[in-house]
Nanobody
Framework: EVQLVESGGGLVQTGGSLRLSCAVS????????IGWFRQAPGKERERVSC????????YYADSVKGRFTISSDNAKNTAYLQMDSLKPEDTAVYYC?????????????????WGKGSLVTVSS
């Protein structure tokens, strides 16, 4: 059974930092695109960042560019999202995903696996 388990969320003040982790079990994820989405209360789920293995592309949403950094450790089968200079509008449940970052250089939404999410709350 494939499992993605996020951790590292919590409450932080504006301007603070958090690092989310996504531990993957049940497969070796180094052949998959990895990504992070978020969903704020009352809003649609949005893609935050992803790494495309096939196209060698790292994508960031404009809203997080320069503040968030996506990375992975294949030896640990773990993906990370470092979040700095956090703002109240970053408050959301954050989900990690495997698969479906880009295809042919274009953003693609064919994710294969999803985690259950980790809540990040940024206080003003």
């Amino acid at each position: 059974e494939v499992q993605l388990v996020e951790s590292g969320g919590g409450l932080v003040q504006t301007g603070g930092s958090l690092r989310l982790s996504c531990a993957v079990s049940g497969l070796s994820f180094d052949v998959y695109d990895i990504g992070w989405f978020r969903q704020a209360p009352g809003k649609e789920r949005e893609r935050v960042s992803c790494i495309s293995n096939s196209d060698d592309i790292t994508y960031y949403a404009d809203s997080v560019k320069g503040r968030f950094t996506i990375s992975s450790d294949n030896a640990k089968n773990t993906a990370y999202l470092q979040m700095d200079s956090l703002k109240p509008e970053d408050t959301a449940v954050y989900y990690c995903t495997l698969g479906g970052c880009t295809t042919g250089g274009l953003l693609y939404y064919g994710m294969d696996y999803w985690g259950k999410g980790s809540l990040v709350t940024v206080s003003s």
